[in-house]
Protein backbone atom coordinates (compact mmCIF):
# COMPACT_ATOMS: atom_id res chain seq x y z
CA UNK A 1 0.00 0.00 0.00
CA UNK A 2 2.81 2.68 0.86
CA UNK A 3 3.34 5.79 2.87
CA UNK A 4 1.20 8.48 2.20
CA UNK A 5 1.34 11.96 3.25
CA UNK A 6 -2.77 13.20 2.92
CA UNK A 7 -1.59 17.00 4.10
CA UNK A 8 0.78 19.54 2.45
CA UNK A 9 0.91 22.92 0.42
CA UNK A 10 3.64 21.97 -2.51
CA UNK A 11 1.75 23.37 -5.44
CA UNK A 12 4.54 26.05 -6.39
CA UNK A 13 3.13 29.51 -6.25
CA UNK A 14 -0.57 29.00 -5.60
CA UNK A 15 -1.23 28.91 -1.53
CA UNK A 16 0.94 30.08 1.78
CA UNK A 17 3.69 27.21 0.32
CA UNK A 18 7.28 28.49 -0.33
CA UNK A 19 8.03 26.45 -3.03
CA UNK A 20 9.10 26.89 -6.32
CA UNK A 21 8.93 24.57 -9.26
CA UNK A 22 12.33 23.59 -8.62
CA UNK A 23 11.50 23.38 -5.19
CA UNK A 24 8.53 21.24 -5.57
CA UNK A 25 10.46 18.91 -7.52
CA UNK A 26 13.36 18.55 -5.51
CA UNK A 27 11.13 17.77 -2.05
CA UNK A 28 8.84 15.10 -3.97
CA UNK A 29 12.36 13.62 -4.42
CA UNK A 30 12.97 13.63 -0.70
CA UNK A 31 9.32 12.09 -0.29
CA UNK A 32 10.61 9.30 -2.86
CA UNK A 33 14.07 8.75 -1.12
CA UNK A 34 11.96 8.52 2.61
CA UNK A 35 9.75 5.93 0.98
CA UNK A 36 6.63 7.49 0.84
CA UNK A 37 4.86 6.73 -2.15
CA UNK A 38 1.54 9.02 -1.95
CA UNK A 39 1.68 12.80 -1.44
CA UNK A 40 -1.83 14.73 -1.43
CA UNK A 41 -1.44 17.99 -2.24
CA UNK A 42 -4.22 19.97 -0.46
CA UNK A 43 -4.89 24.32 -1.18
CA UNK A 44 -6.22 26.29 0.94
CA UNK A 45 -9.81 26.89 0.07
CA UNK A 46 -12.09 29.82 1.72
CA UNK A 47 -9.15 30.53 4.45
CA UNK A 48 -9.51 34.03 5.12
CA UNK A 49 -6.03 34.76 5.89
CA UNK A 50 -4.47 32.40 2.75
CA UNK A 51 -4.46 33.83 -0.63
CA UNK A 52 -4.85 31.30 -3.17
CA UNK A 53 -4.79 31.39 -6.54
CA UNK A 54 -7.66 28.86 -7.16
CA UNK A 55 -7.81 29.71 -10.98
CA UNK A 56 -4.08 27.83 -11.79
CA UNK A 57 -4.67 24.69 -8.99
CA UNK A 58 -5.60 22.18 -11.59
CA UNK A 59 -3.02 23.13 -14.11
CA UNK A 60 -0.40 23.82 -11.45
CA UNK A 61 -1.61 20.33 -10.26
CA UNK A 62 -1.05 18.10 -13.58
CA UNK A 63 2.67 19.73 -13.76
CA UNK A 64 3.58 18.34 -10.34
CA UNK A 65 1.76 15.05 -11.41
CA UNK A 66 3.46 14.97 -14.47
CA UNK A 67 6.75 15.34 -12.50
CA UNK A 68 5.91 13.37 -9.49
CA UNK A 69 5.26 10.58 -11.78
CA UNK A 70 8.41 10.32 -12.99
CA UNK A 71 10.18 10.66 -9.78
CA UNK A 72 8.13 7.34 -8.75
CA UNK A 73 5.70 9.19 -6.89
CA UNK A 74 1.69 8.96 -7.11
CA UNK A 75 0.72 12.51 -6.30
CA UNK A 76 -3.54 13.06 -5.51
CA UNK A 77 -5.31 16.48 -5.76
CA UNK A 78 -7.27 17.95 -2.73
CA UNK A 79 -8.15 20.70 -0.51
CA UNK A 80 -7.78 22.16 2.61
CA UNK A 81 -11.18 23.56 3.02
CA UNK A 82 -11.51 26.15 5.92
CA UNK A 83 -15.01 25.90 7.29
CA UNK A 84 -16.85 29.15 9.14
CA UNK A 85 -20.61 29.87 8.73
CA UNK A 86 -20.85 30.11 4.58
CA UNK A 87 -24.09 28.12 3.26
CA UNK A 88 -22.23 26.30 0.94
CA UNK A 89 -19.20 24.16 1.00
CA UNK A 90 -17.18 23.66 -2.10
CA UNK A 91 -13.85 21.53 -2.05
CA UNK A 92 -11.58 19.16 -3.80
CA UNK A 93 -12.29 15.95 -2.39
CA UNK A 94 -9.41 13.55 -2.21
CA UNK A 95 -9.52 10.75 -4.08
CA UNK A 96 -13.40 11.96 -4.33
CA UNK A 97 -14.18 10.98 -1.00
CA UNK A 98 -12.33 12.34 1.72
CA UNK A 99 -12.77 16.38 2.30
CA UNK A 100 -9.68 17.77 4.64
CA UNK A 101 -11.18 20.89 6.94
CA UNK A 102 -9.68 23.49 9.00
CA UNK A 103 -11.31 25.63 11.38
CA UNK A 104 -10.54 29.13 12.98
CA UNK A 105 -7.87 28.30 16.03
CA UNK A 106 -9.81 29.99 19.15
CA UNK A 107 -13.17 29.26 17.97
CA UNK A 108 -15.27 26.63 16.50
CA UNK A 109 -18.19 27.97 13.81
CA UNK A 110 -21.37 28.51 15.61
CA UNK A 111 -22.66 25.86 13.79
CA UNK A 112 -19.55 23.61 13.27
CA UNK A 113 -21.83 20.28 13.58
CA UNK A 114 -24.12 21.27 10.83
CA UNK A 115 -21.71 22.38 8.64
CA UNK A 116 -19.78 19.03 9.23
CA UNK A 117 -23.28 17.45 8.63
CA UNK A 118 -23.53 18.95 5.16
CA UNK A 119 -20.64 17.34 3.80
CA UNK A 120 -21.20 14.05 5.12
CA UNK A 121 -24.98 14.08 3.90
CA UNK A 122 -22.87 15.04 0.10
CA UNK A 123 -21.20 11.70 0.95
CA UNK A 124 -18.00 12.88 2.25
CA UNK A 125 -15.72 11.67 5.26
CA UNK A 126 -14.35 14.98 7.01
CA UNK A 127 -10.88 14.80 7.80
CA UNK A 128 -10.17 17.60 10.64
CA UNK A 129 -6.86 18.62 9.83
CA UNK A 130 -4.24 19.26 12.83
CA UNK A 131 -6.58 18.76 15.51
CA UNK A 132 -4.26 19.29 18.16
CA UNK A 133 -4.36 23.29 17.24
CA UNK A 134 -7.55 23.98 18.22
CA UNK A 135 -7.73 25.68 21.51
CA UNK A 136 -11.27 25.04 21.85
CA UNK A 137 -10.94 21.48 21.40
CA UNK A 138 -8.88 18.72 23.61
CA UNK A 139 -9.16 14.90 23.83
CA UNK A 140 -11.54 14.62 26.84
CA UNK A 141 -14.28 16.42 25.53
CA UNK A 142 -17.63 14.65 24.95
CA UNK A 143 -17.09 17.18 21.32
CA UNK A 144 -14.16 14.72 19.91
CA UNK A 145 -16.21 11.61 20.47
CA UNK A 146 -19.38 13.05 18.57
CA UNK A 147 -16.82 14.34 16.00
CA UNK A 148 -16.08 10.88 15.75
CA UNK A 149 -19.36 9.01 15.83
CA UNK A 150 -20.14 11.14 13.14
CA UNK A 151 -17.77 9.78 10.77
CA UNK A 152 -14.63 12.43 11.28
CA UNK A 153 -11.43 11.35 10.60
CA UNK A 154 -8.65 13.21 13.33
CA UNK A 155 -5.27 14.30 11.63
CA UNK A 156 -2.14 15.31 13.42
CA UNK A 157 0.89 17.17 12.44
CA UNK A 158 4.10 15.51 12.50
CA UNK A 159 5.72 18.63 14.04
CA UNK A 160 2.97 18.31 16.99
CA UNK A 161 4.40 14.74 17.41
CA UNK A 162 7.76 16.32 17.91
CA UNK A 163 7.32 18.76 20.54
CA UNK A 164 4.40 16.86 21.96
CA UNK A 165 1.05 18.86 21.39
CA UNK A 166 -0.54 15.99 19.83
CA UNK A 167 0.59 13.47 22.59
CA UNK A 168 -2.97 13.38 24.13
CA UNK A 169 -4.64 12.46 20.89
CA UNK A 170 -2.01 9.80 20.37
CA UNK A 171 -2.17 8.27 23.63
CA UNK A 172 -6.26 8.24 24.17
CA UNK A 173 -5.90 6.58 20.46
CA UNK A 174 -8.02 9.17 18.65
CA UNK A 175 -6.03 10.32 15.59
CA UNK A 176 -6.40 8.32 12.66
CA UNK A 177 -3.39 10.03 10.48
CA UNK A 178 -0.73 11.58 10.83
CA UNK A 179 0.28 14.50 8.14
CA UNK A 180 3.30 17.06 7.54
CA UNK A 181 1.17 19.58 7.02
CA UNK A 182 4.01 20.64 4.82
CA UNK A 183 4.93 23.98 3.40
CA UNK A 184 8.44 23.45 2.47
CA UNK A 185 9.93 22.12 4.76
CA UNK A 186 12.57 19.32 3.64
CA UNK A 187 12.64 17.69 6.94
CA UNK A 188 9.38 16.48 7.83
CA UNK A 189 9.03 13.83 5.05
CA UNK A 190 11.58 11.33 7.02
CA UNK A 191 9.85 13.24 10.31
CA UNK A 192 6.28 11.42 8.83
CA UNK A 193 8.32 8.12 8.61
CA UNK A 194 9.89 8.58 12.05
CA UNK A 195 6.70 9.24 13.94
CA UNK A 196 4.66 6.72 11.79
CA UNK A 197 7.39 4.00 13.38
CA UNK A 198 6.83 5.39 16.74
CA UNK A 199 3.13 5.03 16.96
CA UNK A 200 2.45 1.82 14.44
CA UNK A 201 -1.13 1.96 15.37
CA UNK A 202 -1.79 5.06 13.45
CA UNK A 203 0.28 4.00 10.55
CA UNK A 204 -1.67 0.64 10.63
CA UNK A 205 -5.22 3.16 10.73
CA UNK A 206 -3.55 4.59 7.76
CA UNK A 207 -3.18 1.68 5.90
CA UNK A 208 -6.87 0.98 6.64
CA UNK A 209 -8.45 4.28 5.25
CA UNK A 210 -5.74 4.72 2.04
Known sequence: MGLWDVHSHL???????????????RMLE??????????????????????????????????????????GISLHLGSELYVADQKVL????????????????????????????????????????HV???????????????????????QGNVEAVESGAALPYLEAGLLDMLATDNHGDERLPLGLVQALEQWPSVRKRMEEIW
Open 90 to 129: RAIPIRNRFVLVEFSLALPPSNLMEQLRKLVADGFVPIIA
Open 132 to 154: ERFMWLNPKQALVHRLKEMGCLL
Open 11 to 25: LPEIDDGYLDQAGCI
Open 30 to 71: IYRECGIDHVVVTPHIYNPFVRTAVDRIRSTFDWAKANAERI
